[in-house]
């Protein structure tokens, strides 16, 4: 069975740090660009970083540049995003996803692009709150 598997949300305090990580099971992620979406309560599913195949290219959106790193460990099978400086502005379900294909290599989809992801994590909440 292919799947992705998110996980190390949690409950954690502003300015805290936590490091999400999806790991895939029934194939490789060698070939896939890699990227992790966010969506609060009422409110629409975001981009937040991504990352290509071959891991020279990543992009994040604005509000988290500076404060999250994505990194993907194809030895591990498993990508990672570093959150640091959390703020409540950042507390919703997270989801990773991946996309194949060639056209991935050197740049992974736009964030925008959710049609581009062939595979989706079922997700991890973080909450930022004292």
């Known amino acids: 069975q292919l799947q992705l598997v998110d996980s190390g949300g949690g409950l954690v305090q502003p300015g805290g740090s936590l490091r999400l990580s999806c790991k895939a099971s029934g194939f490789s992620l060698d070939h896939y660009a890699l990227a992790w979406f966010r969506q609060a309560p009422g409110k629409e599913r975001e981009g937040v970083s991504s990352?290509?195949?071959?891991?020279?290219?990543?992009h994040y959106v604005d509000s988290v540049k500076g404060r999250f790193t994505i990194s993907k460990h194809n030895d591990e099978n498993t990508v990672y995003l570093q959150m640091n400086s959390l703020k409540p502005e950042d507390t919703a379900v997270y989801y990773c996803a991946a996309a194949c294909g060639s056209s991935w290599y050197y740049q992974p989809p736009s964030l925008k692009n959710f049609a581009e992801y062939d595979y989706w994590g079922q997700g991890t909440q973080v909450t930022v709150s004292s």
């Open positions: 990352i290509s195949s071959r891991g020279g290219s990543t």
